[in-house]
C-alpha cells in the first residue's frame, strides 16, 4: 500500500484552488477566466476523490461522476455566452463588458 | 523516502507549475495546452489513489471534449492579437493577491493542518472502489435518479448553447 498521507493532496488541492482564485481576480481575459474556474472544479474533485479512497467510501467519486458532467455542459454554456458577447462588442476583457452594471 | 513519495512530489509539482504558468500566460492558446497538462497531471495522481474510472474519465472529457471546445472558441474568436489586453491596475491586483492568500490560509486552517487528519494509507477497500464496475453498479441503482436528472441538464445545455451561439433572428 503507499504510503502518502491524506495531507499531502488535501494541500495540493487547496494550493492550486488558491492559483484558481488568483486567476480569477486578476485575469482580464474572459476566457481564461473560464480556465481557471475549470481548475477550481478539478482541485475540488483531486480532494473529493482522495477522501473517497482513504475513507473507502464511493460516495465521492460519484460526485466526482456528477461534478465533471455539469462542468462539461456549464464550459458549453458558457463558452457560448463568451461569443455572444464577443459579437456585439468585440472583445473579451471583462473590464469593457460592463453594460449590466448600473 | 520511497519511490512513491518521490513520484507524488515529482507530478504534484508540476501541476502546480503548470496551473501557475497557466494563469500567468499571455496567450490563451499556450494557455489552454499548459491546463491540459495539469489535467494529466491529475489523471496520473487519480491513479495513485486507485480511481481507474475517474482517471479515464478526466482525460477523456476534461482534457479531450472540454480543452478542445475552448481551443476551437480561441481559434473562432482570432484572439492571437488580442493577448496583450491592458492590464495594468497594480493596487487591485496586489488586493487579489493578498485575497488568494487569505483564502489559501484559510483553507488550510480549515483542514486542521498541520495536525490534520492521522490517515496515512489509503483504505484497503479502495481498490474495488474505483473500478468501473463497482462505480456503474452504485450508479445506475442507488443514484439512479441524479443519473437521470444529468440526462436532462445535458439537454438544457445543448439547447441552450444553440439558441446563445446561433445568429440573431430579425
Redesign the interface.
Known sequence: ????????????S??????????V?????A??V???I??ML?SV??SL??F???????IG??L???V??????????G??????L?RNKV???I?EINIMKW | MNFEIIFFFLIAISAIASSILMVTQRNPVKSVLLLIVNFFCLAIIYLILHAQFIAIIQILVYAGAIMVLFLFVIMLLNLGNESQLTEKMNHRKLLAYILSGVVLLEILLGLGLPFGHGLVSINSNAVEIGTVEFIGKSLYTNYILPFEITSMLLLAAIVGVIILAKKKFQ
Open positions: 500500500m503507499t504510503e502518502i498521507p491524506l495531507n499531502y493532496y488535501l494541500v495540493l487547496a494550493i492550486m484552488f488558491s492559483i484558481g482564485v488568483i486567476g481576480l486578476t485575469r482580464r481575459n476566457i481564461i473560464f480556465m481557471c475549470e481548475l478539478n474533485n483531486l476523490v482522495a473517497s479512497a482513504f475513507y473507502g467510501n464511493t467519486q460519484i466526482v461522476f456528477f465533471i458532467a455539469v462542468a462539461a455542459s456549464e464550459a458549453a454554456v463558452l457560448s455566452i463568451i461569443i455572444a464577443f472583445t473579451v476583457n473590464d
